[in-house]
């Protein structure tokens, strides 16, 4: 993926698994740092390690994205979104978002996060509410710099047996659809290549 693009007041970047997200949105973070060296870009990641193969995904990550965007800094927040975005975001900085889906996964699901998820549970998660959403919203729109969230299109398949991956399948879309309307800028990816829902590209 070697285009150059537009950067945008805000961009939601949408995908399934290995579509090319992160790495459109690693392409604009060192587009941003390379168009002037005051320019700053920081990533704040949602993921947590709940087992052994999700610290070793976490790792190689942070050793690919150290390669490709190597002025990029790195803020580690599963939860407290909205505030961490409030805190790093500056005129001269453009901010990463990766990703919202683990984001959500962290609020609704702290069960799963912490690796004691109970598969025979009928307790849906709760809804996305106004104090979980709202806030990162407001971040979005008053941030003083760009910024750039990733997230996960996980509704296109066949709909899930379970009540509680319907209620979290429910929950992201709704969220994916209040981010797509604060943004400036909605991609879509699909196998490394990115088709606009709104805005330029």
Known sequence: MSARFRIARSEFILGGQKSGKSRRAELLARQWLDADPAHRAVLI??????DAEMHQ?????????ALRVPGMHTV????QLAQALSEHSRADTLVVVDCLTLWLTNCL????????????SNQPPAPV???QAAPLLIAIAQAAGPVVLVGNEIGLGVIPMGAQVRAFVDALGKLNQDVAATCERVTLMAAGLP???KGMA
């Open 109 to 120: 699901m702290p069960a799963a996060a912490d690796g004691v998820e109970n598969e025979e």
């Open 57 to 65: 995904r976490i790792a190689r990550h942070q050793a690919d994205r």
């Open 129 to 131: 509410n106004t104090a």
């Open 76 to 79: 580690e927040e599963p939860l």
């Open 195 to 197: 088709l606009t829902l």
């Open 45 to 50: 990641a949602t993921a947590q390690p709940w």
